[in-house]
């Protein structure tokens, strides 16, 4: 079955420490999505990539990265530069490389909580 | 700026009918979309409206009136599987960057 792969579901950090989300498609999509989803809040954009080695800042890019050196797989990394890192992150895909679709495959989710 | 507007939350009875709306102020528009989200899981793609008018798929219909930046999501012969957070999202257009502006989404809970 086609999908969105990510893990971990859960991760615990220590303040200080930077920790990478993994995000995995065989969907064959082109474009690709990170997103924070906090209580009370809309889902906020933090990058995309509508090509491998190519990815463009969303409206709170601070205090991530990204990579896209593969089309299948778009990791995230949440640096100790972000000062409030707990929260629901959902990884997201689309067919189309240079046309932001509105359809969106979304995975799992991983939930980061920092002690 | 971008705000969009839905009801926190909302309470349905099994077998009726409930309507979910979505207001959204904008600095361009490009399509309205519809999600349904499941606690603790992915959100998953109901329906969108780029013109004006009613969009139907199957129990779930979904209005847009661009003139009124109105939208709503109306779920028919409701079931208990149908409580979920039902998200808004207003596209940009494409030379604004096009991507998707999410609400804060609405919690409906269907009791039998």
């Known amino acids: 079955d086609g999908g969105i792969t990510q893990s971990p579901k859960y991760l615990f950090r220590k303040e200080g420490q930077n920790v990478t989300l993994s995000c995995e498609q065989n969907?064959?999509?082109?474009?690709m999505y990170w997103y924070r989803q906090d209580p009370g809040q809309g889902l906020r954009l933090i990058y995309y990539?509508?090509?491998?080695?190519?990815?463009q800042k969303g409206d709170i890019a601070e205090g991530y990265s990204v990579s896209r050196e593969k089309k299948e797989s778009f990791p995230l990394t949440v640096t100790s530069a972000q000062k409030n890192p707990t929260a629901f992150y959902l990884c997201?895909?689309?067919?189309?490389?240079?046309?932001?679709?509105?359809?969106?495959?979304f995975g799992a989710g991983s939930r980061l909580t920092v002690l | 700026g971008q705000n969009i507007d839905q009801p926190t939350e909302m309470t349905a009875t099994e077998g009726a009918i409930v309507q979910i709306n979505c207001t959204y102020q904008t600095s361009g528009f490009n399509g309205l979309f519809w999600y349904q989200q499941h606690a603790g899981e992915a959100p998953t793609f109901l329906s969108y409206?780029?013109?004006?008018g009613l969009e139907e798929k199957g129990r779930f219909s979904s209005f847009l009136s661009r003139s009124k930046g109105y939208s709503y999501l109306l779920l028919k012969e409701l079931q208990m599987k149908d409580s979920a957070s039902y998200l808004c999202a207003v596209r940009e257009p494409y030379n604004q960057g096009g991507k998707l502006i999410f609400g804060q989404g609405t919690e409906l809970s269907v009791k039998p």
């Open positions: 969907l064959n999509h082109d474009a």
């Open positions: 409206n780029v013109l004006d």
């Open positions: 997201a895909s689309s067919i189309g490389r240079l046309v932001f679709s509105g359809v969106l495959t």
């Open positions: 990539s509508q090509i491998v080695n190519d990815f």
